[in-house]
């Protein structure tokens, strides 16, 4: 039994969900809540962690993390952490959609070193990488 549900498929299976939108589950939880006595705080909490999980920039996260061979995660923060820490990847690289992750800092100057054409300045890069990301989530 699912105590604290995390991610949708949580909330389908402890609530008994069978919506594939946020708009038809969210129907389904205040029925839900209606039938067993809800107060009016626990509705609204769940319902709010429901409308994160369908965010854009949730999903989005998500998907780069999964472009780049690593698992999903079950919160923004969790996604940008690993992003943060675990990926190593060439920013022309990400701007043609190319999710090459190299694992390591090391390879990643060792790949553009041999692929000069990668090759931008630092701060290009910080300001460029940031600005990649960014264009995607708005």
Not at 59 to 80: A, D, G, R
Not at 104 to 113: E, F, P
Request: net charge positive; proline share 3%.
């Amino acid at each position: 039994m699912i105590n604290n549900p995390k991610t949708v498929t949580d909330y389908k299976i402890k609530y008994n969900l069978t919506g594939d939108n946020l708009d038809d589950l969210l129907i389904e939880l205040f029925t839900h809540s209606i039938l067993h006595k809800w107060p009016t705080e626990t509705y609204d909490k769940k319902e709010k962690h429901l409308q994160r999980l369908y965010s854009e920039i949730f999903i989005q996260l998500n998907e780069w993390l999964v472009s780049f061979n690593l698992p999903k995660q079950n919160t923004i923060n969790k996604c940008k952490k690993i992003l943060e820490n675990e990926v190593f990847a060439s920013i022309i690289d990400v701007k043609e959609e190319t999710y090459y992750n190299l694992r390591s800092k090391g390879k990643l100057q060792k790949y553009i070193r041999n692929n000069p054409e990668k090759r931008v300045s630092k701060k290009l890069a910080k300001d460029e990488g940031y600005r990649v990301f960014l264009e995607n989530i708005f």
